[in-house]
């Protein structure tokens, strides 16, 4: 395992690894065929994309049991099996999804049960062809009836038995972050963030800080809409079986805000001589508490795009542009600023 960089990095809570600002993010290579794909995905190009990463300093990827029903870990396992031992990255991971062979274009089923989550991280071992998996997150709130208490547990019970070296949550709210908390640390926690999705910083992400859990952000680019290269035109054209086809953010009126503030970015990417996908990573990162920002890349260029993220700082006139270019778009929803140094946020704040 290498943690070898040339890039900034930050301690990713307690959990003992320290990342780079930016990791691959393997969701859409996963391809398509089930119910939350990105459309056609050439395999050798998501392999050279994480190859690419990697070799440029990036030493993390986040991906997860569901993505692809299996076959975006199956790609990670690829692509790793071409680096050495000692310049592999860390390797993040999720359950808590499960589907049907039979239904892959059926949504997955949110799963707590002990027995099932025990499945799920023998069956992404054997998938990443790794013995151990750095960071084990549950994807998302059960929906089976199985208690927080009782997923959490098991979750903690694998970190024990040495089957993950972290583990966290994803896309949970405040009050199951502070009850999961209660029963044993919460090392990560991976919330929706982005200048479009603004919510976890108004809660979320300060609690985290004040609490030693570290915070990757994930679609800090809003799925493609914030990268400076999206258009109407090409969202109308996005393929029936893109998710993004029927996401609000990607339909009247809501991409005509999103594009607008998109184009907002341009003089300060072109003042930082960077992209505009750069700043709108840079911006959820400049939140403190946020530890690292997932960018999804679908072949090595786009890789080459986005690693001006990894060490771009917003400062304060910066913050305070794009905070204004909120407000006169009407994008999104949540707080427009990092919160204050008392950790409170003025009502004024918010859109």
Same mark, same amino acid.
């Given at each position: 395992m290498s943690n070898k960089t040339s890039f900034p990095t930050r301690p990713l809570g307690q959990s003992g690894m320290d990342i780079t600002r930016i990791g691959l993010g393997a969701?859409?290579?996963?391809?398509?065929?089930?119910?939350?794909?990105?459309?056609?995905?050439?395999?050798a190009d998501s392999v050279a994309a994480i190859r690419r990463a990697v070799e440029r300093g990036i030493n993390w990827i986040d991906t997860?049991?569901?993505?692809?029903?299996?076959?975006?870990?199956?790609?990670?396992?690829?692509? /790793? $099996? =071409?680096?050495?031992?000692?310049?592999?990255?860390?390797?993040?991971?999720?359950?808590?999804?499960?589907? &049907? +062979?039979? #239904?892959?274009?059926?949504?997955?089923?949110?799963?707590?049960?002990?027995?099932?989550?025990?499945?799920?991280?023998d069956d992404s071992l054997r998938r990443l062809g790794v013995e151990r998996i750095d960071l084990y997150q549950m994807h998302w709130p059960a929906g089976d009836g199985t208690p927080l208490e009782v997923y959490?547990?098991?979750?903690?019970?694998?970190?024990?038995?040495?089957?993950?070296?972290?583990?966290?949550?994803?896309?949970?709210? /405040? $009050? =199951?972050?502070?009850?999961?908390?209660?029963?044993?640390?919460?090392?990560?926690?991976?919330?929706?963030? &982005? +200048?479009? #999705?603004?919510?976890?910083g108004g809660d979320l992400i300060p609690w985290c800080e004040r609490n030693g859990t570290g915070v990757i952000v994930y679609s800090p680019m809003q799925s493609g809409l914030l990268t400076g290269s999206f258009s109407l035109a090409r969202a109308h054209a996005l393929p029936a079986d893109d998710w993004r086809a029927r996401n609000a953010e990607f339909t009247s009126p809501g991409i005509e805000r999103n594009l607008a503030l998109a184009d907002a970015f341009k003089p300060i990417a072109e003042r930082h001589g960077t992209t505009v996908a750069a700043v709108a990573v840079g911006w959820t990162l400049a939140w403190p508490g946020v530890t690292g920002a997932i960018v999804g890349a679908r072949s090595a260029s786009q890789v080459d795009g986005l690693l001006g993220a990894a060490s771009l700082e917003l400062d304060a006139e910066d913050m305070d542009a794009i905070a204004d270019a909120i407000e006169r778009t009407g994008a999104g929803a949540g707080p427009l600023h990092p919160p204050e140094e008392s950790g409170a946020l003025p009502a004024h704040l918010f859109a």
């Open positions: 969701w859409a290579i996963g391809g398509n065929g089930w119910a939350v794909g990105w459309g056609p995905q050439d395999d997860a049991a569901v993505y692809g029903l299996g076959h975006s870990e199956e790609i990670v396992r690829r692509a /790793l $099996a =071409q680096m050495t031992p000692d310049a592999r990255p860390y390797v993040f991971t999720k359950c808590g999804l499960t589907w &049907s +062979a039979e #239904q892959p274009q059926a949504m997955p089923r949110r799963t707590g049960a002990p027995a099932s989550i025990r499945r799920e991280v959490w547990q098991e979750l903690l019970d694998l970190k024990q038995e040495g089957k993950v070296r972290a583990v966290g949550l994803s896309n949970h709210n /405040l $009050a =199951q972050l502070q009850q999961a908390e209660t029963l044993g640390h919460v090392h990560t926690l991976q919330p929706p963030f &982005s +200048a479009i #999705q603004r919510a976890a």
